[in-house]
């Protein structure tokens, strides 16, 4: 399956149980390792893990390969690994602390904000 796909199908999976904030960057021009990085928010530890889940089981569905996943145990911060696709559940305070946004945003865009 398309890459591109893969990530609507991650997004419309965090929709269908109420992800905020969520947020698709391509990082293929910074890293090799993946392609995607989705960003969402949640507002308690059941929700981060219902929506790891959620997009993990859709994503499987849809015939991804799924790596694994990690932080189920505290339901802080969930990542799923779908290879070239990465997707980061975390809650609100979590995701203000480590800023994944700005860690991967283009170059340009970072210098940009930087001077503003």
């Known amino acids: 399956m398309r890459l591109n796909k893969l990530a609507k199908l ?9 992800a905020r904030d969520i947020t698709v960057l391509d990082v293929r021009k910074l890293t ?6 989705i960003v969402a928010s949640a507002d308690s530890n059941r929700q981060v893990r219902a929506l ?34 990465v997707v980061h559940v975390m809650q609100p305070a979590v995701r203000a602390y480590y800023n994944l946004e700005e860690l991967w945003a283009p170059p340009a865009k970072a210098a940009r904000k930087a001077a503003a």
Not at 32 to 37: A, E, G, H, R, V
Not at 74 to 79: A, E, F, I, K, Y
């Open 10 to 18: 991650a997004v419309k999976a965090l929709e269908d149980i109420k």
């Open 32 to 37: 090799s390792l993946y392609d995607t990085l």
């Open 52 to 85: 790891a889940n959620h997009v993990r089981d859709e994503l499987k569905a849809a015939g991804a390969t799924i790596v694994g996943t990690e932080g189920e145990d505290t339901g802080d911060w969930v990542l799923v690994d779908a290879g070239d696709l």
